[in-house]
């Protein structure tokens, strides 16, 4: 049992398995890796759907490198910069992403193949963070969580935004973001190259 798994409920078996795959976190960062390559490799010459699918893509790019500028790791809550308008701002990073390079594949399979990664990672890495940030900053978090969507901006909480303390150098350092952007800007490079 992981320390992600071990305030749950026991189970056994198949769902015991599957519900410690579904929380496995190096398991869905490598499978993004994986699926945004994939999806690179096998994009068509489509550049309508690049078009479409790129944006995405540099958005949560750029809201992931914003993000992790804020985190201050277990010790601060971040309820400033995209703090504000989302719980969870690298995720939402992540699925733009990871969105963006499938709807750029131009492939019918990549849409399906992203949207069930989602569904089978996110609602239960989302469950996790929440309940370790409840523990650990408890009233706080409370009242931010209640103001603040998991996922999707609440672009009426723009006001929130100002403060707390954003560094390019602590973005960075946080969740290896300058391989991560590298590795993205490379694959974007590989998508967009053909239609130029």
Same mark, same amino acid.
């Given at each position: 049992?992981?320390?992600?798994?071990?305030?749950?409920?026991?189970?056994?078996?198949?769902r015991?398995?599957?519900?410690?795959?579904?929380?496995?976190?190096?398991?869905?960062?490598?499978?993004?890796?994986?699926?945004?390559?994939?999806?690179?490799?096998?994009?068509?010459?489509?550049?309508?759907?690049?078009?479409?699918?790129?944006?995405?893509?540099?958005?949560?790019?750029?809201?992931?490198?914003?993000a992790s500028?804020?985190?201050?790791k277990?010790?601060?809550?971040?309820?400033?910069?995209?703090?504000?308008?989302?719980?969870?701002?690298?995720?939402?990073?992540?699925?733009? +992403?990871?969105?963006?390079?499938?709807?750029?594949?131009?492939?019918?399979?990549?849409?399906?193949?992203?949207?069930?990664?989602?569904?089978?990672?996110?609602?239960?890495?989302?469950?996790?963070?929440?309940?370790?940030?409840?523990?650990?900053?408890?009233?706080?978090?409370?009242?931010?969580?209640?103001?603040t969507?998991?996922? +999707?901006?609440?672009?009426?909480? +723009?006001?929130?935004?100002?403060?707390g303390?954003?560094?390019?150098?602590k973005?960075?350092?946080?969740?290896?973001?300058? +391989?991560?952007?590298?590795?993205?800007f490379?694959?974007?490079?590989?998508?967009?190259?053909?239609?130029?």
């Amino acid at each position: 049992m992981s320390h992600r798994t071990q305030d749950l409920e026991p189970l056994t078996g198949f769902r015991h398995t599957l519900r410690e795959l579904r929380y496995h976190e190096v398991a869905r960062q490598l499978l993004a890796v994986v699926l945004i390559l994939v999806y690179t490799l096998t994009a068509a010459d489509v550049p309508w759907l690049v078009a479409i699918g790129m944006p995405p893509a540099l958005v949560g790019t750029l809201f992931r490198l914003y993000a992790s500028g804020f985190i201050v790791k277990n010790k601060e809550l971040a309820s400033n910069g995209p703090y504000a308008l989302v719980r969870h701002p690298l995720y939402t990073g992540n699925i733009l +992403i990871v969105f963006g390079f499938a709807v750029s594949s131009a492939t019918l399979w990549a849409v399906p193949l992203a949207l069930f990664f989602f569904w089978f990672y996110y609602p239960t890495a989302i469950e996790y963070e929440d309940r370790k940030l409840h523990r650990i900053f408890g009233q706080q978090w409370e009242s931010w969580s209640s103001r603040t969507p998991a996922l +999707i901006p609440a672009l009426g909480n +723009i006001a929130h935004m100002a403060g707390g303390s954003w560094s390019f150098a602590k973005s960075m350092r946080g969740n290896g973001e300058l +391989i991560i952007v590298i590795y993205i800007f490379v694959c974007m490079g590989l998508v967009v190259r053909p239609i130029l």
